[in-house]
């Protein structure tokens, strides 16, 4: 028991120096990671719509450069603001698909990889979803057209389905590839060897995108960017909107053999397998993750196989763009150990 007030005070003032003394500063947060500064522009003024080794590049770049790109929306213009049901009729199929690009990647030649790591995706303007006739994954039950757009002011993070539902955004390009060993004009709908309209909605900011290099110079194009979109984009369309996007193109090598697109974040490693059925396509994908495992893992083809059913993740990414659908698969690096 202290004896005067005075001793009290002494006692208190020793007490407040030695707290402050001890006190520690909190570290300061780290700056969030910057994109990197691109070496490149390429707009929207240079776009086409089909696949083929024909198409010139409208940009030379070496193995490593950021390029920021510009996006048009899936109909090429065709669905503006304006645009009413009764003129869903009248898109043209045939102009689907305005695709920034080729770029012309220094080194890439049949048989490499060309990596392709997404730095930003920004969404630049109005966007809209539909329902066309004819299209979809249950086009012969929904055989009316619908249409809704979907106002987006720059910084965007939701945007309102109707008073009750906000949809949250996370912005995507639906289709990136490289050009096919083929002088046919190949339309852009389905995903093929070379990339193409994958529509796989995990391809986002902060994933690194492989894509086997089939002619030389790779021939890189992107577009058909989505503001959101679910796995599986069953009714045809995502929230369609232009975007601003930063990439870097690196070209590797392809010691696994690589034959169709694969994937990875900090998070975990995806492959994609496309086919006629979603059957045909879980398959694929389920065989590529195995050889994956196999050859960066160490595993046996019996453990692959088995972990895949134990950790996997298949996803449907697409179901609509015909005669191909694309399913894909996860495994998350956390399982693995640090050897």
């Known amino acids: 028991m202290f004896r005067s007030s005075t001793s009290r005070v002494a006692l208190a003032f020793v007490l407040s120096l030695a707290a402050a003394a001890c006190q520690i500063e909190p570290i300061p947060d780290e700056p969030e990671s910057q994109a990197p500064t691109p070496d490149f522009t390429l707009g929207t003024e240079n776009t086409h719509n089909r696949w083929s080794r024909t198409i010139p590049p409208v940009l030379t770049v070496p193995s490593g450069a950021v390029v920021e790109v510009r996006t048009k929306e899936a109909s090429d213009g065709q669905i503006i603001e304006t645009t009413t049901v009764d003129e869903l009729a ?29 730095h930003e995706i920004d969404v630049e303007g109005w966007g809209w979803a539909t329902i066309l006739p004819g299209f979809g994954f249950l086009a012969d ?32 390009a639906g289709v990136m590839g490289v050009a096919p060993d083929t002088d046919s004009m190949l339309v852009t709908i389905p995903p093929r060897t070379n990339g193409g309209n ?42 369609e909107a232009p975007m601003r996007i930063v990439l870097q193109l690196d070209v590797m090598e392809n010691t696994r053999g690589m034959v169709e697109p694969q994937y990875e974040t900090d998070e975990y490693y995806g492959v994609t397998g496309f086919g006629v059925t979603i059957d045909e396509a879980a398959r694929k994908a389920t065989r590529y993750m195995i050889d994956y495992l196999v050859a960066e893992h160490g595993l ?40």
């Open 198 to 239: 994958m529509d796989n909605r995990h391809m986002k900011v902060g994933t690194t995108v492989y894509i086997p290099v089939q002619v030389e110079g790779a021939l890189f194009s992107i577009g058909d960017t989505h503001a959101a979109q679910g796995d599986g984009e069953v009714s045809g369309t995502a929230i």
């Open 90 to 118: 009248d898109v043209d199929f045939g102009l689907i698909h305005a695709l920034t690009g080729p770029i012309h990647v220094e080194g890439a030649s049949p048989g490499d990889i060309l990596a392709v790591t997404l």
């Open 300 to 339: 046996t083809p019996n453990e692959a196989y088995v972990l895949c059913s134990l950790a996997g993740d298949l996803k449907i990414s697409e179901t609509v763009d015909v005669p191909h659908m694309l399913v894909s698969m996860h495994m998350p690096k956390g399982i693995f150990g640090a050897g």
């Open 141 to 172: 039950e929904f055989t009316e057209p619908w249409i809704r757009g979907f106002p987006m002011e720059p910084g965007a993070t939701e945007v309102p389905f109707n008073e009750n539902i906000t949809i949250p955004l996370a912005p995507f």
